[in-house]
């Protein structure tokens, strides 16, 4: 949503094709964080043409970086939405990253063992 504000656009994301690697679905199982709230879990998008997407996305495959199309960007009225389950959600940003709270939950646990 932040790229989107600051770009003054919309932006439709499609949430089954955002790529999260095993480790970070662990993690977050493991602490209950939601994956998709949470802004610390290493993940990046990128906006570039339309007609470049594809070769951003090999390029980056290709240097072994999981990487996927997952949204287009459109007018700014639209708003910033996912879907999931073929219906549109407003994309609303974590007022806080729930990472911060497990993050300092698991070092507590660590310091008192």
Request: proline share 4%; glycine share 6%; charged share 25%.
């Given at each position: 949503?932040e790229?989107?504000?600051?770009?003054?656009?919309?932006?439709?994301?499609?949430?089954?094709?955002?790529?999260?690697?095993?480790?970070?679905?662990?993690?977050?199982?493991?602490?209950?964080?939601d994956?998709?709230?949470?802004?610390?879990?290493?993940?990046?998008?990128?906006?570039?043409?339309p007609?470049?997407?594809?070769?951003?996305?090999?390029?980056?495959?290709?240097?072994?970086?999981?990487?996927?199309?997952?949204?287009?960007?459109?007018?700014?009225?639209?708003?910033?939405?996912?879907?999931?389950?073929?219906?549109?959600?407003?994309?609303?940003?974590?007022?806080?990253?729930?990472?911060?709270?497990?993050?300092?939950?698991?070092?507590?646990?660590?310091?008192?063992?």
């Amino acid at each position: 949503a932040e790229i989107a504000l600051a770009s003054k656009v919309g932006l439709v994301i499609d949430k089954e094709k955002i790529i999260l690697q095993d480790v970070i679905k662990k993690v977050c199982e493991l602490y209950k964080i939601d994956p998709y709230a949470s802004i610390s879990e290493g993940t990046l998008i990128i906006t570039c043409r339309p007609n470049k997407a594809q070769e951003v996305v090999n390029r980056l495959n290709d240097k072994g970086i999981p990487a996927s199309i997952v949204g287009e960007v459109v007018e700014e009225e639209k708003g910033t939405q996912y879907s999931e389950n073929g219906k549109l959600h407003e994309l609303v940003h974590p007022e806080v990253d729930p990472f911060w709270a497990a993050f300092g939950k698991a070092a507590a646990e660590v310091q008192s063992t």
